[in-house]
């Protein structure tokens, strides 16, 4: 019979410990629940961010709403005559860009010479973020050139960009 009492108490005890342990542990556990979002974006963009002329009265040049052109006019006055244009282009974006070319596009006066200076050391540069390169555009009414009224040109240059993969 005391053998039954001493496996009842134990039994009762075990049973006791095991309670006290699952109320200590729901005191010391919390449920946390977290909820919200996450999201990243990133781009690249090469714009054009100034174009200057050595001469106003020769050329024009205006960085168009995309700022990815230049609007080009151009008034030369006799063959021989040039005119040149600063610019300045930046990695307007958040991640490293690579400036694959600089175009020339819809010159159509074919007694104008249009040369992007430099143009082999333009090609691939990278930009980082908000970095800057500079570079320049000359024009020149052709020395050969017989038409002594050649038509204004009007054309655009063009930036082609890429996201640089590292």
């Not at 919390?30 to 781009?43: K, M, N, P, Q, R």
């Not at 007694?111 to 082999?120: A, F, G, R, T």
């Not at 540069?125 to 024009?139: N, R, W, Y």
């Amino acid at each position: 019979m005391k053998k039954n009492q001493n496996t009842k108490k134990l039994i009762i005890g075990i049973a006791i410990f095991a309670l006290i342990l699952t109320g200590t542990n729901a005191l010391f556990t919390t449920a946390v629940d977290i909820f919200g979002s996450a999201s990243a974006s990133a781009e690249f963009s090469i714009e054009f961010i100034t174009a200057t002329t050595t001469d106003s009265e020769k050329a024009t040049a205006i960085i168009d709403e995309t700022s990815k052109k230049l609007n080009i006019s151009s008034n030369l006055s006799a063959p021989g005559d040039e005119v040149t244009i600063n610019y300045v282009m930046k990695n307007t974006g958040t991640l490293s860009a690579t400036v694959d070319d600089v175009t020339i596009e819809n010159n159509s006066n074919v007694d104008l010479i249009v040369e992007i200076n430099d143009l082999d050391t333009i090609q691939g540069t990278v930009l980082t973020t908000g970095q800057e390169k500079t570079g320049s555009i000359v024009i020149k009414w052709d020395i050969n050139s017989t038409n002594q009224n050649p038509d204004d040109a009007t054309f655009n240059v063009g930036i082609d960009f890429s996201q640089t993969v590292n």
